[in-house]
C-alpha cells in the first residue's frame, strides 16, 4: 500500500500552533508512507488539484488529509450572511504573504467564496464579489470589476471562474 499525508496550514489556524512541516516529516517514517507534505490551503482548488497529481505521480492507494473541520468556519460564514441581510458590507482580506513585495497577488484561497453558498439559502439575488486593492502608484484602494457566480453553471468551474477573475482584479489587470 502507498499512501500520501497531506498537512494543512489552513492559513495560520493549524500552522500558528502546530509545524506542519514536522508533522509531514516524520509522517515519512511511518511504513506504507510513500508521500507527505504540508500545504497552505488544502481544501483549496489548487491544494486539492495538487493531491490528485501526487496521487498519479506516485501511484498512491489512498491519503490522509490532515485540516481543520468546516464547523471550525461555519459559525464566521453564518454571522457573514447575517451581516449581509442587514445590509452591512463585509470585507474579506485575502491570506497572503504579505512580505512579498512582486506587487502581484499569488494564489488565494478561495475558502471564503463559500459565503456565496450559505448566501443563496437566504437570498435569490446574486452576491458580489468585488476584489480591492492597493494602488501604490496612485496612493488610494482601487476596486476591480464585481464577480458573481452564474448559479446555473457547474459550481466547480464557477468556483474556478470567480477566483481567477478576482485574481486578475487584485493584481490590476482588470
Not at 43 to 72: F, H, T, W
Request: charged share 30%; proline share 5%.
Amino acid at each position: 500500500m502507498k499512501i500520501g499525508v497531506f498537512v494543512c496550514h489552513c492559513g495560520s489556524n493549524i500552522e500558528a500552533t502546530v509545524d506542519t512541516a514536522e508533522v509531514a516529516r516524520i509522517a515519512l517514517t511511518y511504513p506504507d508512507v510513500a508521500h507527505a507534505e504540508d500545504s497552505m490551503y488544502t481544501c483549496s482548488e489548487p491544494g486539492q488539484d495538487n493531491i490528485v497529481d501526487a496521487i498519479k505521480k506516485y501511484g498512491l492507494d489512498g491519503v490522509v488529509v490532515a485540516s481543520c473541520s468546516p464547523r471550525m468556519h461555519e459559525q464566521t460564514f453564518r454571522r457573514t450572511v447575517e451581516a449581509l441581510q442587514d445590509g452591512d458590507p463585509v470585507i474579506v482580506f485575502p491570506d497572503v504573504d504579505y512580505t512579498d513585495r512582486s506587487g502581484d497577488m499569488g494564489e488565494i484561497y478561495d475558502g471564503f467564496l463559500l459565503i456565496d453558498r450559505f448566501w443563496q439559502r437566504v437570498s435569490d439575488t446574486p452576491l458580489d464579489f468585488v476584489p480591492l486593492r492597493l494602488d501604490r502608484k496612485a496612493r488610494r484602494i482601487a476596486a476591480g470589476e464585481a464577480v458573481r457566480f452564474d448559479r446555473t453553471a457547474p459550481r466547480q468551474g464557477e468556483t474556478v471562474r470567480v477566483r481567477e477573475a478576482l485574481l486578475r482584479g487584485l493584481n490590476g489587470e482588470i
